[in-house]
């Protein structure tokens, strides 16, 4: 089926220590999406892809950052992650102008 | 600026009850809508999405939502739920210049009781 993939759905990394976050589609849509969700809170853009076009959120601190190497593939990159950096964090892709699809998430746990 | 607005934090009903779900935007031009659903550590579901046309769109698992444009409102409906329905359910509104950026609203978790 065709759908949108995270890994590791569950991640552990320690306060400062870099992290990468996977996401994958085979949906072949052009835009690629990274929310960070804390508890009970809604999704929050950190930025989106429209194919190789990269567009950050104002918001967006520098400590994140995206690569986007094929149509099927997104990394999120978090260089140091901190305490506050704890959350679910959502990949989520949809053709332009239309329905985002999401993956189901990562948990980091910030230690 | 986009914005939306889901004035219900939390909602108990029972099952078999009847729900209603109240979202409000701010956008300036006819946005795209959306509801999601989301379960305790999972990824959003769509449960439906309106675009242009029949202002009265369904969706799955029963759910249907009206767009009012004089009301700037999405409301999410079910004539009886269930106790699987009991979640999490965001509205979202697709904007922006491309039409690709999504703003969320705060959420409603939904409790069902016996």
């Known amino acids: 089926d065709a759908m949108v993939i995270q890994n590791p759905r569950y991640q552990v990394t320690q306060f400062g220590k870099p992290v990468t976050l996977s996401c994958s589609q085979t949906l072949n849509h052009n835009v690629m999406y990274w929310y960070q969700q804390k508890s009970s809170q809604a999704p929050k853009l950190l930025f989106h892809?429209?194919?190789?076009?990269?567009?950050n959120e104002a918001d967006t601190p520098d400590n994140f950052q995206s690569r986007r190497p094929n149509t099927s593939f997104c990394f999120l990159d978090i260089r140091s992650p901190g305490l506050g950096d704890a959350a679910m964090y959502l990949c989520?892709?949809?053709?332009?102008?239309?329905?985002?699809?999401f993956g189901p998430g990562t948990r980091l746990t910030v230690l | 600026a986009q914005s939306v607005t889901q004035p219900d934090i939390h909602i108990t009903v029972s099952e078999g009850a009847s729900l209603e779900l109240r979202c409000n935007y701010s956008y300036g031009a006819t946005p795209y809508l959306f509801w999601y659903v989301q379960s305790p550590g999972q990824g959003l579901q769509l449960l439906l999405k309106?675009?242009?046309?029949?202002?009265l769109v369904q969706g799955i698992k029963g759910f249907e939502a009206e767009f009012k444009r004089s009301q700037s409102s999405f409301n999410l409906r079910k004539p009886s739920v269930h106790w699987s329905d009991a979640a999490e359910y965001f509205c979202?509104?697709?904007?922006?210049?491309?039409?690709?950026?999504?703003?969320f609203g705060t959420g409603t978790s939904l409790t069902v009781i016996p």
């Open positions: 979202a509104v697709g904007a922006g210049n491309t039409g690709n950026q999504f703003y």
């Open positions: 309106y675009f242009s046309g029949d202002t």
């Open positions: 892809y429209y194919d190789k076009d990269f567009n």
């Open positions: 989520a892709t949809s053709p332009a102008q239309d329905t985002q699809y």
